[in-house]
């Protein structure tokens, strides 16, 4: 039975009637929501409607989709991705993305209107991704469309920081009649360019990418440097107590030789991201945390991190050196019996066939420790650590 010091990893890792003119009155009201919601992050509508289908909406809605009540709680812009989204859960009740297509993404689309009008035949305008939770299953549902749609939206000017207003008014040709229209302030998320530059603060791949070409073009000065790929990327999320960091294996050529590889892993400070190390292409990005572990270490953080150090030991015992990619890790444990199961795939450079394996681990004196390794198809009773039979 090996014995590993946990230590914590954090793991970050789709018809419309005519409406009346708003009322004075309600505008007013909107108005003075929006000014308060504008510095939370909320949304508000601009006025109730009046006619059609949208009688039977409740005051504070701002529309319909798939037939039920749409009531937005969160809007957000990422790298040309406009979502409005109900529900706070990590899977929305309800979300409508208007996917913009924009020329630069990491350019906000200030002071932009987009128009679509009714019965549009052209594929070349945004397309609408709308979705929602079946009733029966709880399933998430999602319809798609790209043209036959009105729209109207209308970019205001950054206010201040990650905060971008906008109006929309869309109706969809489904059978619903799902819609959607009010004022709102958008969150900015994801990739950005402010002033020419790259905005090394945003949590975005693209910007890891960035900062991964400046690193190779500063140690290959003079030479032209290409980032072919990129994968397996992930962000954690800053604390309190603990650093942002992230990684991603990138590979990379340099004028024309052969493409190489690189598993960097990177730090945010103040700023923004930088190159914190790069680990050897048979390393695993778990087994190699930035954050000093503590006593309040999550459960699956540090069971994570006790398999991972497990496997590169194994693979270092074994003398392979092949790169690894692909490696997951998952967990389920029992925290008043201390028994835990986590299985792990992983794949080898240039090899199809995908790695897998799992251990039962036990946590004793305050530390998980691995106690077997076991077929990962097996089922284990995490109340006694032992496996089950049908």
């Not at 090996?2 to 009346?20: H, K, T």
């Amino acid at each position: 039975m090996r014995r590993l010091l946990s230590i914590v990893v954090l793991f970050p890792i789709v018809g419309c009637g005519q409406e009346s003119p708003a009322d004075p009155v309600a505008v007013k009201q909107a108005a003075s929501r929006r000014d308060s919601a504008q510095n939370t992050g909320q949304s508000v509508p601009v006025s109730s409607a009046s006619s059609g289908d949208l009688r039977e909406t409740p005051p504070e809605s701002h529309g319909k989709v798939h037939g039920k009540p749409f009531v937005v709680d969160s809007v957000q812009l990422r790298n040309g991705i406009l979502e409005f989204r109900q529900g706070r859960n990590f899977t929305a009740d309800s979300r409508v993305m208007v996917f913009l297509f924009l020329e630069d993404k990491g350019i906000l689309p200030e002071q932009r209107s987009f128009a679509v009008e009714a019965g549009s035949g052209t594929f070349n305008n945004p397309h609408i991704h709308i979705g929602w939770k079946d009733e029966g299953t709880g399933r998430s549902q999602t319809d798609v469309f790209m043209k036959d749609y009105a729209m109207t939206l209308e970019f205001g000017t950054e206010q201040e920081r990650g905060k971008l207003p906008l109006t929309i008014s869309l109706k969809l040709p489904d059978e619903q009649n799902s819609y959607l229209q009010g004022a709102f302030v958008a969150d900015v998320k994801g990739f950005r360019i402010i002033d020419g530059q790259v905005d090394l603060t945003s949590d975005s791949f693209e910007t890891l990418k960035h900062v991964a070409l400046t690193h190779f073009e500063a140690a290959h000065q003079g030479r032209v440097v290409e980032i072919l790929d990129a994968r397996d990327g992930r962000f954690t999320h800053a604390s309190e107590n603990s650093q942002q960091w992230g990684w991603y294996d990138v590979e990379f050529q340099v004028d024309d030789g052969d493409p190489d590889r690189a598993k960097m892993v990177f730090t945010k400070a103040d700023a923004g991201w930088a190159v914190h190390e790069i680990l050897e292409p048979h390393q695993l990005f778990a087994a190699h945390p930035v954050n000093v572990p503590d006593e309040n270490s999550r459960p699956r953080e540090v069971i994570g991190y006790v398999v991972a150090r497990h496997i590169e030991d194994e693979l270092a015992a074994r003398n392979e050196t092949r790169p690894v990619h692909g490696t997951s890790i998952s967990t389920g444990y029992n925290p008043t019996s201390g028994f835990a199961k986590a299985t792990v795939a992983y794949q080898f450079a240039g090899d199809d066939a995908q790695q897998k394996t799992a251990f039962v681990l036990r946590k004793t004196d305050g530390q998980w420790e691995i106690d077997r390794e076991i077929d990962p198809s097996v089922k284990v009773n995490l109340r006694t650590g032992e496996i089950e039979t049908d």
